[in-house]
């Protein structure tokens, strides 16, 4: 059965979610480093498809596969596992790919109509431009024309999986941890700190706007680090 995304204290899941969207992978970066977490940023791979997607968050909907061969004309195990996928998550998939994609333009169609807030691929995505045209989000390790069929399939979905990551090997990802991509990369926050880590987000956000302006205003960079130190 499907997990739901978690009902923080402060707003539902998509209120917190569109939260998310007007904070940057950057200062949620930071406020993870203050909490103790400081290996949740995915590997620089990852990156967005189309290059002008923009930014994407929303609740981890895990999809783990494999390479192997085999002799199909498609895989019903993709496909029982987006049914699944609901309003406002996002689709997290896994399995180290090489060279080939895990899904294109009709899945990512599928997805969408289903209220997905975008994919992360740990793997290739192909039909980039009409993806784009459809407006849903993908972030993804590298670009293919070769598809998945006969070469990679669905083996689990609504599990933990783990991701290439930046500062440790591996990221865990577990169904309902919070994902946001933006220009600078990919963070991933377990769903026990979703909501601390947007609040303190959120007043970090607010501070760094203040010291833009105090700069735009002709304060000295000296005097800002001074008032409110390194941020």
């Not at 407006?135 to 290439?164: H, N």
Request: hydrophobic content about 40%; glycine content about 12%; some cysteine.
């Amino acid at each position: 059965m499907a997990r739901r995304a978690p009902q923080p204290r402060h707003g539902g899941p998509e209120s917190i979610r569109r939260r998310y969207l007007k904070v940057d992978t950057a200062t949620v970066a930071d406020v993870l480093d203050v909490l103790g977490l400081p290996d949740q940023g995915l590997a620089p791979q990852f990156a967005p498809y189309p290059a002008n997607a923009g930014r994407m968050g929303g609740w981890a909907y895990t999809l783990r596969g494999r390479m192997t061969r085999y002799s199909a004309s498609g895989d019903p195990q993709k496909m029982k596992a987006v049914d699944g996928l609901g309003r406002g998550q996002l689709a997290v998939w896994s399995g180290e790919g090489k060279g080939v994609c895990f899904f294109g333009e009709l899945i990512a169609l599928g997805m969408k109509r289903r209220g997905c807030a975008g994919a992360l691929v740990d793997g290739g995505i192909r039909d980039i431009e009409w993806i784009g045209r459809q407006r849903f989000p993908v972030y993804a390790r590298y670009r293919t024309p070769v598809q998945s069929i006969g070469r990679w399939k669905v083996t689990a979905w609504q599990v933990p999986v783990s991701l290439p990551g930046a500062t440790a090997k591996r990221v865990k990802v577990r169904p309902g941890d919070f994902v946001l991509a933006d220009t600078d990369g990919v963070i991933v926050v377990p769903a026990r700190v979703a909501a601390k880590v947007l609040a303190l987000a959120e007043r970090l956000t607010a501070k760094e706007i203040r010291i833009r302006r105090e700069l735009d205003a002709g304060a000295s960079l000296e005097d800002v680090l001074k008032k409110y130190g390194h941020v």
